[in-house]
């Protein structure tokens, strides 16, 4: 193929490194695919572009208009898939690995879409928490919120996953509100400088919310701040470097690190040979070791087993690992290809050098290559530890390939030791249909472990196993495996947010949020609300109903109709015995159906369903003889599309003291 030079992307312009590039080379045939360089880049003007243009354009559109620019661009990348998949194959990639990368990426970004539409307001603001009354009388109270912060992102990105490992980040980043300047790692950055391109050509971001930097970063971290953020994927050596710059501890710079990890699987106690738990560990022991050649921060670098079946996985795993077959990538049938260059090469069989010293090779060759020429192939590499209390090695020394190294433990106890003793990973699976062995290892062992895969026979068939991070799961770990965390929905999104507290009225903060608070005005109008759109309803617009006297009848009548005889309703001297009630009551959802006849407007109009109710309490009984009365109250609106959107109203009911009988939240979907 053509060798391509690679381009920077600066302040909205495509950009050539100057001076000398670095060759890349294809890691399938060793011959030059790509030329990669930075030298000449203004970074500190990058930087300025990206908060002087990209952070205010980004922080003008609200959680939905981002998370609606995250699937067009998760639509852009699925329409231009196929030339990654044929560029992906350079990197040593299958198509199955490769799925995991670009359509995983893509995936990624639908699901932050869907999830900033579905839990995120359609405002700028995003509410942490619950209201804090803070005075006596309710006029001072205080409310968590989270804003975007005003600098930039800077991503630096592992080799392994050049597109899924962009989009990933980019996802939260971008539905924060945050830009982004992107540095892809060299060996297969013609891989991400693709993609990026396509985002670039979709004409989907706003100028500045997005840039590229294929070659060395430079002092790109020199003027760093407080407001920004640096997101790392990569060895422990270089996010140590990193995480010791005199800036980003001077200025506060938010540091978030996926390391590798020496994760681990247990097979149970329980799960001798001829269980279906034995069967699966078996296979997703090869499988992690195989997909992307062993390329991945999540794969099992660590199988532990008990004592006595050591033996039977070592015979197991040897004979799958003898049937991949490893090969060009593009070949059909080919199920392992290649390591992302030569320079991976010779460090995986350096770090196998340094486990066999401890620990003994039982499949596979390190020093053998399965495909002649210059590619940088390699079979699977099994060791074993028949002593891993005695072989520091095992859990240190990761080779970042298709290798893994079988151990025994003696009891749970042991096993939970082993797999703590990788000192923090960001995945750990264990398979065993012994729920108790379940309970005790996540107790023993969660605090070491980022994401924990508990597998069995009944979650066998929709597992997507110990190696796959999903958008709506953290991903991160403790200790060795950076103490980060990325993605995990909402939570990921917060990672590029500042929490502040504020303080003032309810009328005030209301104002703010974009939310109606409890104290805050409750402003009365002719218009029934269920009349108006919501582009026509007010925060804080209120219905007050006329009052409905609760009578015997009427919960004998409600108690029979539904069933619902419960003795609190149906016997006065049980109900009085009741340390909670004085008498007969009348039924929680005879109160909330009565509450909705006193409310609903029944004609058609601009609500179009009631789908649920949330946060609901009732606070004071009401017995028969009583009134109750709604005050209903928009507290909050959201437009999803052009056909409907979501009001959420604050309904409380009263009785004839005044006093709170329940109250609840009402969501109902209506016309924009």
């Known amino acids: 193929m053509k060798t391509l030079k690679l381009l920077n992307y600066a302040a909205d312009q495509w950009v050539s490194g100057a001076g000398a590039l670095e060759e890349v080379r294809s890691a399938v045939t060793g011959e030059v695919i790509a030329e990669t360089g930075s030298v000449g880049l203004d970074y500190a003007a990058m930087l300025d572009h990206a908060r002087k243009v990209g952070g205010p354009a980004l922080r003008k559109l609200t959680f939905h208009e981002r998370a609606l620019m995250l699937k067009a661009l998760a639509n852009a990348i699925m329409a231009k898939k196929e030339e990654l998949y044929e560029l992906s194959y350079e990197t040593g990639a299958t198509r199955a690995d490769s799925w995991i990368d670009i359509e995983g990426g893509a995936g990624t970004l639908f699901s932050f879409s869907s999830k900033g539409r579905r839990e995120l307001p359609n405002g700028r603001v995003l509410i942490d928490g619950a209201m804090e009354p803070l005075s006596k009388n309710g006029t001072f109270v205080g409310q968590h919120v989270f804003t975007p912060l005003q600098g930039v992102a800077v991503h630096i990105n592992a080799f392994n996953f050049p597109v899924w490992g962009m989009l990933e980040k980019l996802a939260p980043t971008l539905l924060a509100g945050v830009p982004a300047i992107v540095k892809p790692a060299s060996q297969t950055g013609y891989l991400t400088e693709a993609a990026f391109r396509i985002m670039i050509e979709a004409g989907i971001l706003p100028p500045g919310a997005i840039q590229l930097l294929v070659g060395i970063p430079g002092d790109l971290l020199d003027p760093l701040t407080c407001q920004d953020v640096v997101s790392f994927t990569g060895s422990a050596a270089t996010a140590m470097k990193l995480q010791s710059h005199p800036v980003i501890g001077r200025e506060s710079v938010r540091f978030v690190a996926e390391r590798d990890s020496l994760n681990a699987s247990i097979l149970g106690p329980d799960a001798g040979p001829g269980t279906p738990e034995f069967d699966l560990f078996i296979k997703e022991v090869a499988r992690e070791m195989t997909a992307k050649a062993g390329q991945k921060c999540t794969a099992i670098r660590r ?157 066998a068939k929709e597992s997507t196993g110990h190696g796959s991070p999903l958008p709506v799961l953290v991903h991160g770990g403790p200790g060795r495996a950076g103490g980060g965390e990325e993605m995990g929905g909402v939570r990921g999104v917060k990672h590029y947010m500042q929490r502040t507290a504020l303080q003032g009225s309810p009328d005030v903060l209301s104002a703010v949020i974009g939310q109606w608070l409890p104290g805050a005005e409750k402003p009365t109008g002719a218009a029934h609300p269920f009349r108006k759109r919501i582009s026509e309803l007010d925060i804080g617009y209120t219905l007050k109903t006329e009052s409905r006297t609760v009578t015997l009848e009427d919960i004998e009548h409600f108690a029979h109709f539904t069933g619902d005889t419960f003795y609190a309703h149906m016997d006065e001297e049980a109900a009085k015995a009741n340390p909670i009630f004085d008498g007969r009551v009348a039924h929680g959802y005879l109160i909330l159906s009565f509450a909705a006849g006193l409310f609903v407007d029944p004609a058609p109009g601009p609500v179009l369903a009631n789908y649920g109710l949330e946060n609901l309490r009732f606070l004071t009984p009401l017995y028969p003889g009583d009134s109750m009365r709604v005050e209903l109250t928009v507290k909050s609106k959201s437009v999803r599309n052009e056909e409907m959107g979501e009001v959420r109203w604050a309904v409380m009911v009263f009785n004839q003291k005044d006093e709170l009988a329940a109250t609840y939240d009402l969501l109902t979907m209506n016309q924009p």
């Open 303 to 459: 199988a532990m087993a008990p004592a006595e079946h050591l033996d039977a996985v070592q015979a197991a795993l040897a004979e799958r690992l003898a049937k991949v077959r490893i090969g060009d990538p593009r070949e059909e049938g080919v199920q392992m290809g290649a390591l992302a260059s030569r320079a991976q090469l010779n460090a995986v069989r350096s770090a196998v050098m340094e486990l066999s010293k401890s620990a003994r090779i039982v499949a596979g060759d390190p020093d053998a290559s399965p495909v002649p020429g210059d590619g940088a192939f390699i079979s699977p590499i099994l060791l074993r530890s028949d002593d891993p209390w005695d072989s520091a090695a095992v859990h240190d020394v990761e080779a970042f390939g298709p290798v893994s190294t079988i151990m025994p433990y003696r009891d749970l106890d042991d096993a939970i030791a082993l797999a703590n003793r990788g000192m923090g990973s960001l995945a750990l699976s264990l398979f065993t249909f012994d729920k108790s062995v379940a309970t005790d290892f996540v107790l023993g062992a969660g605090a070491y472990h980022g994401r924990m895969v508990l597998l069995d026979r009944t979650s």
